[in-house]
């Protein structure tokens, strides 16, 4: 048996420990006298001994029937026992106690058998009532508990739109495990009997109370504030749930309390009928799915087609003889639903007035925003309709160079003043890290000592990055507003939707950071805080102000950007994605530009079943958001510790670590990996709340240099060709494997298993290798593990896009449009006429945007120096894709004479 250590999770923990004791108990039962039946039925006893601490937090068996089990064990009834567990892991894993009682003995249950899951059509599934838990928080007798979940249970109607069990757990401590441990709750009663701590002594359970904030300072509270601290507490790691207090304190009392989640305060009664229709109604405003509703309806409504859109109704289909086997394909739903109508039902998107705005706003509760907005293409749309709408011409936007080309044309597009920030580079992996805090307040310092810190307008970082390096949002908004207190943020989440729905993954979420600042802004602490640190810091200089964790003013303005794609992380059709808006000047200042910018770039025929899919993915999300990620954490920490641990991988692979991938100054908390062999895992919280950068440990990248393969080989012909797995980035000598909400713990499984076949493989090659063979093998590992060009740094701005040499803007779109007429164009080749010119000492500029892919970003962009170390990569690059690069005719240079006249007009602009 594993033991508790080894676990990360304890929903692993309990499936594994259920089939165990299946396993053990079945074997017993068939042979109760064989040898080794004494160990046997120790192991068995530490089994339930296990679950007895565990299975309190669930509804399903419920202890009940637990207790019945082990007496039928105790009493020596095998094959009952064993039966009745084997009917518990499969109604476990199949999911089937969701939808019907599950009888455990025998005679019952093979009357039933025909009922077998796997029988169950797809649509019979969608068409049960969907089952959920509902926490009760009491410290009550067995009687009691009997008497309350018997209550609760009699209210069922024939109408009900879902169905639910309650769960009873006597403390404020339990009640925080529960919701962080069993992803069935959907709602939590919290009864006036309740006591404060746990009694378990499970350290995998423990660790969710440091997750849910330590709990600090419970100790302190009277009883009756046990309940209201219950729902604030709740609330804090799972806010898409609902509470209900039941007190026999006065209105007044309670009035004065922060309740958190909590829906409804009941005033001492009982009245189950007021509380489970509630319960039904939370449940039900999450369920619903205001436009993927109403194009269902739509869909079924009979209409003619009288506008331009033949494929509506699958007219264009069922009437063809050549294309009946699409129509066959996607069967006729899609097409029923495909039209363009904006009424009978239906919305608009560019001016939504009903389904589409309910959508939307339901979008924006789920992620914590003021306003979302959906897009249906793309972040890449999503990201050049923020800027548009806040960038005037000439503002300056600070900017990480390694992010998605959407922003660097989207700078373009707004005419901004570009300051570039470098990230840390990883030159050991030929990648990126993400932009320090010190680098963001170096360049903002520069900018307010010129004199420029009014047309700073936009800082915009992408968290996560692509390689999965996450920034501790909140001080990076706060310690910018300290310098600059009207900055507005744009974080591109395009990795990170589903981050809102893992409590440690939250707090480093744009909204929730914008929502505690908001809420901190107000307080007198803060206020208290930035008196001090200004009359400390009054003659500071920058080396300082630099180290110092800058706090923001009072009347800083929270306004704060994400956009996410939810189509990447979530449930959402290609393409679906979101712009989520908080911020506090929007109303006021932007609502009309955002609402123009939404309209350059938003399509007038905007794809409805895109839009049908981020509401559902929004509905999936609260409702079993939580429950998702949680099992995608689990599967990817298990990858972690599979290739980490696996003495043959370990000889070819590494699994990069938060101390691979992030300078120790940067890890405050000194956590270097999530999993040790030696001290097993970390709890990631602590390093979370910290440290300036974390490691989204879902994204696993894995150096592969040791294979001889570079990424990309790795990628294509051996991954993709030989095993058929998919991947989306390499660098140089690593490969990163991303797990989604929809792996699973079979497919970590097959990963693992075709590593380990690649390894054995060249194993045998290594064994048969001849002395040549083996030489180049070293030599190839070497070139990709220790010959690494270094990453270049962004060079500058040619002195021609910059208004002066104090501070480091550049004007990005001049030199895109200049280099639209080919008379300012030149062609220099890398090794012959472009090496030449530099070595010579000549500024060469680049005319387009220069992207290596891997590892994707721009090495070079419109306007840019082209500096030694860049074509020293350039020339290291062994890649094949360099987009912006022609091969055959060179770098793509702007003409001495084309810069010159330039610099001639903008001497005669700054005369005039
Ligand atoms: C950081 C980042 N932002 C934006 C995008 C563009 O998103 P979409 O594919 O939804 O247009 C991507 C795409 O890979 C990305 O990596």
């Known amino acids: 048996m594993q033991s508790v250590n080894e676990y990360y999770s304890a929903v692993q923990l309990r499936t594994d420990r259920w089939s165990s004791l299946r396993e053990s108990l079945g074997t017993l039962a068939r042979n109760p006298d064989a040898r080794g039946s004494v160990g046997l039925r120790k192991r068995i006893v530490q089994l339930f001994d296990a679950l007895t601490v565990i299975e309190p937090y669930w509804a399903f068996p419920g202890m009940a029937a637990f207790d019945m089990l082990r007496r039928q064990f105790d009493h020596g009834h095998l094959e009952a026992a064993a039966f009745a567990t084997h009917r518990i892991t499969r109604a476990l894993t199949s999911g089937a106690y969701r939808r019907r009682h599950i009888p455990l003995e025998r005679d019952l249950a093979d009357s039933e058998d025909h009922e077998d899951e796997a029988l169950l059509s797809p649509e019979a599934r969608a068409l049960s009532k969907p089952y959920f838990e509902v926490l009760i928080v009491d410290d009550v007798n067995e009687q009691q508990e009997r008497w309350l979940k018997a209550n609760m249970t009699r209210m069922r109607r024939p109408e009900d739109p879902f169905i639910y069990e309650p769960v009873v757990v006597p403390s404020v401590e339990d009640a925080l495990i529960a919701v962080l441990f069993n992803h069935n709750i959907q709602a939590i009663v919290v009864r006036p009997g309740l006591s404060l701590k746990s009694r378990t002594e499970l350290a995998i359970l423990k660790r969710y109370l440091n997750r849910a904030g330590g709990a600090e300072g419970i100790e302190t509270l009277s009883p009756e504030d046990y309940g209201p601290e219950t729902c604030r507490l709740i609330a804090r790691v799972r806010p898409e749930l609902d509470a209900y207090l039941i007190t026999d304190r006065s209105v007044e009392d309670i009035a004065g309390h922060d309740l958190g989640i909590c829906r409804r305060v009941f005033y001492n009664q009982e009245d189950f009928l007021e509380l489970h229709l509630n319960i039904l109604r939370g449940v039900q405003s999450r369920y619903k799915t205001p436009f993927f509703t109403a194009l269902v309806n739509y869909s ?12 509506s109704r699958g007219k264009s289909i069922t009437r063809s003889h050549w294309i009946q086997d699409m129509g066959a394909f996607y069967g006729p739903n899609i097409f029923l639903a495909e039209t363009s109508a904006t009424s009978g039902g239906l919305d608009s998107l560019l001016e939504p007035h009903g389904p589409i705005k309910e959508s939307q706003e339901l979008a924006s509760r789920a992620f914590g925003s003021r306003q979302t907005f959906f897009a249906t293409n793309g972040t890449s749309t999503c990201n050049k309709i923020v800027v548009q709408a806040l960038v005037h011409p000439g503002d300056i936007v600070l900017v990480d160079r390694d992010c998605h080309k959407s922003h660097h044309y989207g700078m373009v597009l707004a005419g901004a003043q570009v300051v570039y920030l470098d990230s840390y580079p990883l030159n050991e992996y030929s990648m990126y890290g993400a932009v320090p805090l010190r680098e963001i307040k170096h360049q903002l310092l520069a900018l307010k000592a010129a004199g420029k810190l009014d047309r700073v307008r936009m800082l915009l970082l992408t968290n996560c990055t692509f390689d999965g390096i996450v920034y501790n949002v909140e001080r ?15 974080w591109d989440e395009a990795w990170f939707a589903f981050a809102r729905f893992g409590p440690t993954y939250r707090q480093r979420t744009a909204m929730n950071a914008a929502n505690n600042l908001r809420e901190r802004l107000k307080s007198p602490e803060q206020a208290k805080a930035w008196e001090k640190q200004q009359a400390k810091m009054k003659d500071a200089d920058d080396e300082t102000i630099l180290k110092t964790r800058l706090v923001a003013p009072p009347h800083a303005r929270v306004r704060i950007y994400a956009t996410q794609s939810t189509h990447k992380t979530l449930t959402a059709l290609r393409q679906g994605s979101m712009i989520h808006v908080n911020d506090q000047d929007f109303k006021g200042q932007v609502e009309q530009s955002f609402h123009e910018a939404y309209m350059t770039h ?61 300078p120790t100054e940067f890890r405050e908390s000194g956590v270097e990996s999530y999993y040790s062999a030696d001290q097993g895992w970390t709890d990631i919280w602590e390093c979370w709340e910290k440290d300036e950068f974390v490691l989204d440990a879902t994204r696993v990248t894995v150096a592969v240099g040791g294979t001889g393969w570079d990424g990309d080989t790795f990628k294509t012909q051996i991954l993709m060709d030989k095993y058929g797995i998919q991947i989306n980035k390499t660098s140089r000598n690593t490969v990163l494997f991303m797990t989604n909400i929809g792996t699973t713990r079979s497919s970590v499984a097959y990963l693992i298993e075709v590593l380990v076949e690649i390894a054995r493989s060249l194993d045998d090659l290594h064994d048969d290798a001849s002395k040549m063979e083996r030489l180049s093998f070293e030599r190839r590992v070497k070139s990709l593990v220790e010959d690494l060009p270094p990453l270049p740094d962004f060079s500058r701005f040619h002195d021609a896009f910059r208004a002066d040499q104090v501070t480091a803007e550049g004007d990005i779109r001049s030199a895109f449009f200049l280099a639209y007429d080919e008379d300012n164009c030149d062609y220099l080749d890398l090794t012959g006429a472009l090496r030449t010119a530099l070595e010579s000492g000549r500024e060469v500029v680049s005319a387009s945007f220069i992207i290596p892919y891997p590892p994707g970003f721009p090495i070079l962009v419109p306007g840019q120096v082209v500096s030694r170390e860049i074509l020293a990569f350039m020339l290291a690059l062994d890649v094949n894709e360099i987009h912006g690069y022609r091969p055959d005719l060179g770098l793509r240079v702007f003409t001495d004479e084309a810069l010159a006249r330039l610099d001639r007009k903008g001497l005669a602009d700054a005369a005039e």
Do not use: W
């Open 602 to 662: 938003t399509s007038t025929s905007p794809n409805y079943q895109i839009i049908a899919s981020l509401d559902v993915g929004r509905r999936q999300v609260e409702l079993e958001g939580f429950e998702f990620v949680q099992r995608q954490v689990e599967a990817a920490m298990s990858m972690r510790r599979a290739i980490s641990t696996h003495p043959l991988l370990q000889k070819y692979f590494k699994v990069l670590t938060a101390g691979d991938m992030i």
């Open 300 to 311: 079924k409504q009979p209409t003619g087609v009288f506008h331009a859109m033949p494929i």
């Open 476 to 490: 990076v908004i706060e310690e910018c507003l300290a310098i600059k207190p009207d900055l507005i943020f744009l």
